[in-house]
């Protein structure tokens, strides 16, 4: 499997107003191969999404310093203008984020904010790009393409709210997707009918998944290998069934004891030791 993205000694330290700061991640170093989905869990505030931002030059400045290295296709992005980690990002690396609504504008019909992103990546003309909407937005599975695309977010529902941001982060069709936490606002249902449409468009694309999520029966049924973060760092990794089985630190015990069994088990097709 080829390395996509290749981190290596990733540091994120947070400006506080006086000299104070917050080392929110610290050395995290991994890779990620070409159609992998590698799932990112830990605690609240242990630094997923500070990692999330600093992978896609998300934090200015004045907010952080980011050092390290960020490899994506052998490329160093850490040292790279903002304007060309805007040309990666979408393109190469999209993001969804938990809450769909921080994504969407809310005065602005639905397809006209998925053929925005496209307009931004592709050198083509704004009918074409809102035809290509329409198309990513049945690609995310809605039937009623028609009605979606002409409302506006608040006529929507949660979930299809969250459709509506992964039909954006997949339109340049990028060849990673960083999802954090997809499907945490949404109810039971919904985060379902989301993680399998994940699951769905995974295959059928192929594309490469940093999953965030603190949620191990999310993770049971995505990821392809774990990795558990606390205080900023990695504290272990591997294949989820192995960590399940057999984790050697106190976090992911803990996390893994949340885990509803049941649900766990159904994901990941293996008989549980009780
Ligand atoms: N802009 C910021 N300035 C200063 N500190 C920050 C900033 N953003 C996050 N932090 C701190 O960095 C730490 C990690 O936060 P982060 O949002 O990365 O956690 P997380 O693992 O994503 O948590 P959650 O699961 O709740 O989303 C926290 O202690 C948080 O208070
Ligand atoms: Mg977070």
Request: proline share 4%; hydrophobic share 45%.
């Amino acid at each position: 499997m080829e390395v996509l993205l290749r981190v290596k000694n990733l540091d994120v330290s947070y400006r506080g107003a006086g000299p104070s700061r917050h080392h929110a991640v610290q050395q995290v170093s991994f890779e990620i191969g070409e159609g992998e989905v590698l799932g990112l869990m830990g605690e609240s505030g242990c630094g997923k999404t500070s990692m999330a931002l600093a992978l896609l030059g998300l934090l200015s400045e004045e907010q952080a310093d980011v050092s390290g290295s960020i490899q994506f296709r052998g490329e160093e992005l850490l040292s790279k203008e903002r304007s060309s980690l805007r040309a990666i990002r979408g393109a190469g690396i999209s993001l969804v984020f938990q809450e769909p609504e921080l994504a969407l504008s809310p005065v602005m019909k639905i397809r006209d904010q998925v053929a925005e992103v496209i307009h931004a990546h592709n050198d083509c003309k704004w009918e074409r790009c809102r035809a290509d909407a329409e198309l990513a937005l049945a690609r995310v599975g809605f039937s009623d393409v028609r009605r979606i695309s002409s409302a506006y977010p608040h006529q929507l529902s949660g979930g299809q709210r969250q459709r509506v941001v992964l039909a954006q982060a997949l339109a340049c069709k990028p060849a990673l997707l960083i999802a954090d936490e997809p499907a945490a606002s949404l109810d039971a249902r919904s985060q379902c009918e989301i993680l399998a449409l994940l699951r769905e468009l995974q295959r059928e694309l192929q594309i490469s998944i940093l999953l965030i999520s603190h949620a191990p029966e999310v993770q049971a049924s995505l990821a392809d290998r774990l990795m558990v973060m606390a205080n900023g760092r990695i504290v272990e990794r591997g294949p989820f069934e192995q960590l399940y089985r057999n984790p050697s630190h106190a976090c992911t015990r803990a996390m893994l004891r949340t885990a509803a069994p049941a649900s766990v088990a159904a994901d990941m097709d293996f008989e549980m030791v009780t």
